[in-house]
């Protein structure tokens, strides 16, 4: 995938974080996925189509998730329940739609956001894509987002 | 979201079972997703988008994960390596292609397959979205189809 591409995604995250939920974030190492990259417990999944196809990941420790949730709700939360897990996808609908908003020319539609729980579950791409991975920390612990997305032919003209 | 929508889901999936593994499917009773709804050890997600958004995940054991990729890939897979995780996601892409194809009305894109390995990970959808779970048996084991699917508003005309 062209590495322009996970700019938005990036600065969508860091925003999110910074301004809305008043916790700065601090950028890692770009890489590409790989079998050593870190697994969370926590994942907000969302599809992406349009000139392009594909998928943003938003990778939560148990921790920020809950702390994130906490944040966005305005209420104490403690464990993964379901306002913790519908401010995660909605988290995870604010990033993708921010970067979207941003990659004007790929006319990107996105779906319904979905949260994946469970220690030590894996998110997998289709071989033939090589999703960029970011890690991020702040005060609460630490997060990733993964974004794969792969151009889409132009039909030929008949 | 609509009973109609999931028919073709259950269609396509029934067809490339039957028809691309030459393994008949049994479907079982329909339901609302619940936290009783049993769990699987790989999930095939994928994101829809156009005049409805959405997702739909073909649920795996991990028997009938192998025994299906071992069938497309005509080849003996033991294990959840990296061939099999492909063949499920295409499997997935299949089975939500078909469907979209059905449901011409709504213009739906699909996003790329992910696919999910863990042992009782989950897979939630927002909670304003109740999606709908189909159970599935077959000689390899047991298997499933969630679709939730919700209408976007038309925009008001200016």
């Not at 990259?37 to 921790?63: D, M, N, Q, R, W």
């Not at 997060?143 to 132009?154: D, F, R, S, Y």
């Amino acid at each position: 995938m062209k590495a322009e591409y996970i700019n938005p995604f990036m600065t969508s995250l860091a925003n999110a974080f910074e301004t809305m939920l008043s916790c700065p974030v601090h950028r890692g190492r770009l890489a590409f996925k790989s079998d050593e990259t870190p697994v969370f417990e926590v994942s907000g999944v969302i599809g992406l189509s349009g000139k392009a196809v594909g998928t943003v990941v938003l990778c939560l420790s148990k921790e920020v998730a809950v702390k994130a949730a906490s944040a966005m709700l305005m209420m104490e939360a403690t464990e993964l329940n379901s306002d913790v897990i519908d401010a995660v996808g909605e988290l995870t609908n604010m990033v993708a739609g921010a970067a979207k908003a941003e990659l004007e020319e790929l006319s990107l539609s996105i779906s319904l956001p979905n949260v994946i729980l469970g220690a030590g579950h894996e998110v997998h791409f289709p071989s033939n894509v090589t999703p960029i991975c970011v890690p991020f920390s702040c005060e609460w612990g630490e997060l990733a987002i993964e974004v794969g997305l792969v151009p889409v032919p132009e039909p030929a003209l008949a």
